[in-house]
C-alpha cells in the first residue's frame, strides 16, 4: 500500500525557515517524481514544486510564488522527500501535501501538514 | 500559458448524474489532465487521468460511477448515480515539463 506521511509543520515567524519531511512508502521511490502542493485556508490547490527521480537528473522546478525561498530534495536511501522553505511569509500560511507523480500528474497524497507563518 | 479554468460550483441530486468540466487554455488542447477529489476537510484523491482522445485510467479503488471524457480542450468528469460522500471540492491538474498546474476547484453539491 502506498503511504505518504508529511511531517514538520507547525507555527513559524516571518522571515524564519521550516523544513518539512515526506516519508514514503509501498512503492519504489527512487523512481518517482515527487510534487509539492499547499492549500491556504479555504482556497485551492496551489502546485509549489516537484523534484525529479536521479534518473532525470534529480532535479527541481518551482512555482514562481516560491522560487528562490523554497528547495526540494530527497534522500532515495531512506525514502523521504525534503521542503526546504526559507524567508516565510505569511502568505505562506497552508496545508501543505507532498504527493507522488506518476508522468506528470500527482497520483497518491499525503494527508498534510499545517504551516502557520505568524509573528 | 498553461490554464486550467473550472466552474467555481455545481450541483446535482442523490441518485443523479452530473458532469463537471476543466478547459485547457489555448495552444493545450492536447494535454492531457487528472481529476482529483476533495471531501470536506480531508485531502486529496487521485480519481483518474483523462488524454485527449477521452480515453482514462482510474486511481486505486475509484468507483465505476466515475468516468472521464474529452472533447477539443474540455476534459469532463462524469459522476452517477450520486451519493452524499460525493459532495466534493473536484481539481483538474495539467503539466508540462517544468510545471504543473491546477485549476480553481469546483464545489459540487448534492442535493
Known amino acids: 500500500e502506498v503511504q505518504l506521511v508529511e511531517s514538520g509543520g507547525g507555527l513559524v515567524q516571518p522571515g524564519r525557515s521550516l523544513r518539512l519531511s515526506c516519508t514514503a512508502s509501498g512503492f519504489t521511490f527512487g523512481v518517482c517524481a515527487m510534487s509539492w502542493v499547499r492549500q491556504a485556508p479555504g482556497k485551492g490547490l496551489e502546485w509549489v514544486g516537484f523534484i525529479r527521480h536521479k534518473a532525470y537528473g534529480g532535479t527541481s522546478e518551482y512555482a514562481a510564488s516560491v522560487k528562490g525561498r523554497f528547495s526540494i530534495s530527497r534522500d532515495d536511501s531512506k525514502s523521504i522527500a525534503y521542503l526546504q522553505m526559507s524567508s516565510l511569509k505569511t502568505e505562506d500560511t497552508a496545508v501543505y501535501y507532498c504527493?507522488?507523480?506518476?508522468?506528470?500528474?500527482?497520483?497518491?497524497w499525503g494527508q498534510g501538514t499545517l504551516v502557520t507563518v505568524s509573528s | 500559458q498553461l490554464v486550467l479554468t473550472q466552474s467555481p460550483s455545481a450541483s446535482a441530486s442523490l441518485g443523479a448524474s452530473v458532469k463537471l468540466t476543466c478547459t485547457l487554455s489555448s495552444g493545450h488542447s492536447s494535454s492531457a489532465i487528472a481529476w482529483h477529489q476533495q471531501q470536506p476537510e480531508k485531502g486529496p484523491r487521485y480519481l483518474m487521468k483523462v488524454n485527449s482522445d477521452g480515453s482514462h485510467r482510474k486511481g486505486d479503488g475509484i468507483p465505476d460511477r466515475f468516468s472521464g471524457s474529452s472533447s477539443g480542450a474540455e476534459r469532463y468528469l462524469t459522476i452517477s448515480s450520486l451519493q452524499s460522500e460525493d459532495e466534493a471540492d473536484y481539481y483538474c491538474?495539467?503539466?508540462?515539463?517544468?510545471?504543473?498546474?491546477f485549476g480553481g476547484g469546483t464545489k459540487l453539491t448534492v442535493l
Open positions: 504527493s507522488r507523480e506518476e508522468s506528470g500528474n500527482s497520483d497518491y
Open positions: 491538474q495539467t503539466w508540462g515539463n517544468d510545471i504543473r498546474v
